[in-house]
């Protein structure tokens, strides 16, 4: 009777490999590579470009980092972080309008800096964090016109410089090598 038991569980029988088809688990593996692959950005800087203002081009691969955003477009007006704060005409070596928001601006960075500093840092990732807001204390993106002479850039990095942000990117239109 027990040899019955175990002939009825198939213990006996000679067990054949399974086949497992996974064409539809590659096919969502597949997509989401897609997905990911298409929304992949190198650069953490997203822009969005003020009215009536043309990039330059250029063939360097440096990028930008998420920082201030100074434009001035082809009629001469200066945007900060796309706000219309004035226009660079004039004869000075300064902007005033300019020169009166970066130094506000600067003034919060280093406060915010300040304060996460007296929080104390409790993990690689606050350090991180930390160091990235330090590092971006000094540092402005520049966008310019095209057509704009040399004395306008001279003027916005003259102002930016004097505002506490003597280190700039200029950010062009890429151009496939």
Known sequence: MRSKKFNKFGRHKTKEPMEIDITSLLDILVI??????KSYSASELKLE???????PESRSEALGTDTIVVQVNKDRKVFVDNKEIGSAHGGGSKINELYDVLKKMKEEKEKDVKETQARGVASNMDKDMLAKKKSLLTQVNIVLDQSLPYDVLRKVMHTSAMAGFPQFKFVVQGRDQ
Do not use: D, G, I
């Not at 989401?32 to 692959?37: G, K, N, P, R, S």
């Not at 470009?49 to 990039?55: C, F, G, I, M």
């Open 32 to 37: 989401l590579l897609v997905f990911l692959l």
């Open 49 to 55: 470009l003020a009215e009536a203002l043309t990039l």
